[in-house]
């Protein structure tokens, strides 16, 4: 009978140590579990993330895109504005130099007309005094003439 109990005690143990084995395996089957679910949960997030950085770095990449395309804009805009500027320049400085000729051409102009009009006056105060001369010279002549004015004789 010892040798009998001894084997219920082995076979015992043995039923024991099977359902420990049992027992731990179900539980690192649960936990396996948990493992797995936590990774898949993970490996979601993961692609969520991925999808949402790479959305983010095209629209990062389309931000870049424009931003060069708004710069090469402001180049040309200034580029035009520049050459506007010079053409302003260029108007402006033509504007003067055509003013200053213009105005040196008047003075000369006015001033030949303001040397024509002292000669005409100095001719016309010639030709008033000679008129004058004369006219006072036929005063005098005519009065050493005898009147022949019918009044005179009244």
């Known amino acids: 009978m010892a040798w009998e109990l001894a084997g219920y005690a ?18 690192l089957r649960r936990s396996l579990k948990r493992w797995n679910a936590a990774v898949s949960r993970l490996d979601r997030e993961a692609e969520s993330a991925l999808r949402q950085w790479r959305r983010l770095g095209q629209e990062a990449a389309d931000t870049v895109v424009k931003g060069r395309e708004l710069l090469e804009g402001f180049e040309s805009f200034a580029e035009g504005g520049r050459a506007l500027g010079e053409a302003a320049r260029d108007a402006a400085r033509t504007a003067a130099d055509t003013a200053h000729l213009w105005s040196r051409r008047i003075a000369l102009h006015m001033a030949e007309s303001a040397e024509r009009q002292k000669r005409r006056v100095g001719e016309a105060l010639d030709w008033s005094e000679l008129l004058w001369t004369l006219w006072q010279h036929a005063r005098r002549r005519g009065g050493d003439a005898p009147n022949s004015s019918p009044r005179q004789g009244d």
């Open 10 to 27: 082995v076979a015992l143990l043995c039923l024991t140590a099977a359902a420990a084995i049992a027992v731990g395996a179900a539980v």
